[in-house]
């Protein structure tokens, strides 16, 4: 009988979901004037020779992602009916004759400046910073959270173009060969625990192909982390990233631009900080916690200033964390270790907080690329070949990311229906080529909503 209760709430909660017209209710919700945002680019295109808005060919491609459409032949395909044409008409409140060709949208991107989108992104990131609705998520001292880390996504047995960085491997038949590729770093804002949003972006790429020096994360977190200083001078911000990042060029620009860190510190990072760690470790003197994080029940051990002893001019507080963990099949047993350097000051009332920090690393990979890649917007799929059309390709992608996330979170009906991401996106698209969109519908997407992300 429950099973049975269960399946009919389970249905009337998706009579309840509106699909397309709820995703454009939360997006007017925080946005209200975003579709005349994306027709204020700089176009590129001569005059003579416009057909379509701007709006017109980046919005199209937003829903794309949304609907989780993976290339742009099928957006053409399935947009392509009359039905989609007069929807987007209502949602976008203006005449559109026709949902543009691909060829069309692509030949747009080719030519429009990165920096449009770029610009977009970060107009709708500050804009939701200043939301309280956001504030609960940040650190003791009212630090945002932003988590840096870089993920591939393209892949080339021959040069795709000048930028592509290039390495050498060797087969498991002693034969050599070079692969290219495209790497992409992120900076990542924590809004709430499923809000994980892009604040930056870098391209990890080469100027030329002749360079000396190949482009690489740690440069590009360089020009990345001084970008985002630009932007935001005056945000209070702790920067999370693996054990790459605990280099002292970043932890430099940390400390000249006021911000915290807490940083992954391998035994191979920093050694001459962790050795005098483990030797203060092994003397006794140090501060130590047992059976935190709930069912884990793991132990924290920490030293602050280590740098007193090293000789270092960056603050040096380590912890680490340690827990059993059961596999649930095998029933086997392993310790799990973590250990991370900060500049926070650590005591027995905050270490606890700091593990929990440190660990949302993991979002970014878990829940950031993993979705991205594999779920979602198949970000690792060639949309164009062109170089400059790759990267906005891209961008629009966060972009749509940060609209689909606020939905996803915010719908009260979603929330109750628990059902997949993917599920949430193929509604969408349902709804967006089989409903129709009515007076009513943009009437309900303009009145006024509370929204709430506990």
């Given at each position: 009988?429950?099973?049975?209760?269960?399946?009919?709430?389970?249905?009337?909660?998706?009579?309840?979901?509106?699909?397309?017209?709820?995703?454009?209710?939360?997006?007017?919700?925080?946005?209200?004037?975003?579709?005349?945002?994306?027709?204020?680019?700089?176009?590129?295109?001569?005059?003579?020779?416009?057909?379509?808005?701007?709006?017109?060919?980046?919005?199209?491609?937003?829903?794309?992602?949304?609907?989780?459409?993976?290339?742009?032949?099928?957006?053409?395909?399935?947009?392509?009916?009359?039905n989609c044409t007069s929807n987007l008409e209502k949602l976008m409140g203006r005449k559109i004759e026709n949902i543009?060709?691909?060829?069309?949208?692509?030949?747009?991107?080719?030519?429009?400046?990165?920096?449009?989108?770029?610009?977009?992104?970060?107009?709708?990131?500050?804009?939701?910073?200043?939301?309280?609705?956001?504030?609960?998520?940040?650190?003791?001292?009212?630090?945002?959270?932003?988590?840096?880390?870089?993920?591939?996504?393209?892949?080339?047995?021959?040069?795709?173009?000048?930028?592509?960085?290039?390495?050498?491997?060797?087969?498991?038949?002693?034969?050599?060969?070079?692969?290219?590729?495209?790497?992409?770093?992120?900076?990542?804002?924590?809004?709430?625990?499923?809000?994980?949003?892009?604040?930056?972006?870098?391209?990890?790429?080469?100027?030329?192909?002749?360079?000396?020096?190949?482009?690489?994360?740690?440069?590009?977190?360089?020009?990345?982390?001084?970008?985002?200083?630009?932007?935001?001078?005056?945000?209070?911000?702790?920067?999370?990233?693996?054990?790459?990042?605990?280099?002292?060029?970043?932890?430099?620009?940390?400390?000249?631009s006021g911000w915290n860190y807490l940083l992954s510190c391998k035994d191979g990072r920093q050694k001459n900080l962790?050795?005098?760690?483990?030797?203060?470790?092994?003397?006794?003197?140090?501060?130590?916690?047992?059976?935190?994080?709930?069912?884990?029940?793991?132990?924290?051990?920490?030293?602050?200033?280590?740098?007193?002893?090293?000789?270092?001019?960056?603050?040096?507080?380590?912890?680490?964390?340690?827990?059993?963990q059961i596999n649930k099949k095998t029933n086997k047993r392993t310790m799990v270790n973590f250990q991370w350097i900060?500049?926070?000051?650590?005591?027995?009332?905050?270490?606890?907080?700091?593990?929990?920090?440190?660990?949302?690393?993991?979002?970014?990979?878990?829940?950031?690329?993993?979705?991205?890649?594999?779920?979602?917007?198949?970000?690792?799929?060639?949309?164009?070949?062109?170089?400059?059309?790759?990267?906005?390709?891209?961008?629009?992608?966060?972009?749509?990311?940060?609209?689909?996330?606020?939905?996803?979170?915010?719908?009260?009906?979603?929330?109750?229906?628990?059902?997949?991401?993917?599920?949430?996106?193929?509604?969408?698209?349902?709804?967006?080529?089989?409903?129709?969109?009515?007076?009513?519908?943009?009437?309900?997407?303009?009145?006024?909503?509370?929204?709430?992300?506990?």
């Amino acid at each position: 009988m429950s099973n049975q209760l269960t399946s009919m709430k389970k249905k009337i909660l998706r009579e309840k979901d509106k699909g397309i017209i709820d995703f454009v209710k939360m997006q007017n919700h925080f946005f209200p004037n975003f579709i005349e945002r994306l027709g204020k680019v700089d176009d590129p295109r001569k005059e003579n020779y416009i057909e379509y808005a701007s709006e017109e060919l980046l919005y199209p491609l937003i829903l794309k992602n949304t609907c989780t459409i993976e290339t742009m032949r099928q957006m053409t395909e399935w947009f392509g009916d009359a039905n989609c044409t007069s929807n987007l008409e209502k949602l976008m409140g203006r005449k559109i004759e026709n949902i543009a060709h691909y060829d069309t949208i692509n030949n747009f991107l080719e030519k429009l400046d990165i920096n449009e989108l770029s610009k977009i992104k970060l107009g709708m990131v500050k804009t939701l910073i200043r939301n309280k609705s956001f504030y609960q998520a940040r650190m003791q001292e009212n630090q945002w959270i932003v988590i840096l880390d870089a993920t591939g996504l393209y892949h080339f047995r021959e040069k795709h173009c000048d930028n592509c960085l290039v390495k050498e491997i060797t087969d498991k038949k002693g034969n050599k060969k070079k692969i290219y590729y495209h790497n992409v770093l992120e900076a990542k804002i924590v809004l709430a625990d499923n809000i994980i949003l892009s604040l930056g972006t870098e391209f990890i790429e080469n100027e030329s192909e002749d360079v000396e020096k190949q482009d690489c994360e740690i440069n590009a977190s360089k020009r990345l982390l001084n970008r985002i200083k630009e932007e935001f001078p005056k945000l209070k911000i702790c920067i999370l990233g693996d054990s790459l990042y605990a280099a002292e060029s970043i932890i430099d620009i940390c400390k000249d631009s006021g911000w915290n860190y807490l940083l992954s510190c391998k035994d191979g990072r920093q050694k001459n900080l962790i050795l005098d760690y483990r030797y203060v470790i092994d003397s006794g003197e140090y501060g130590e916690k047992e059976n935190i994080l709930k069912e884990e029940k793991g132990i924290a051990k920490y030293v602050n200033h280590v740098e007193e002893i090293t000789g270092k001019d960056f603050i040096a507080n380590i912890f680490e964390y340690e827990y059993e963990q059961i596999n649930k099949k095998t029933n086997k047993r392993t310790m799990v270790n973590f250990q991370w350097i900060t500049d926070i000051e650590l005591t027995n009332r905050n270490i606890e907080e700091m593990v929990k920090y440190g660990r949302k690393r993991w979002k970014i990979e878990n829940e950031g690329f993993n979705t991205q890649k594999n779920i979602l917007y198949k970000i690792e799929h060639l949309n164009s070949k062109n170089p400059n059309a790759m990267k906005n390709h891209y961008l629009l992608t966060q972009i749509a990311d940060i609209l689909m996330q606020l939905y996803l979170a915010g719908t009260n009906v979603l929330k109750e229906l628990k059902q997949t991401i993917k599920n949430t996106s193929s509604r969408l698209l349902e709804t967006f080529r089989r409903a129709i969109v009515t007076d009513e519908d943009v009437s309900y997407i303009k009145k006024y909503t509370t929204v709430h992300f506990v």
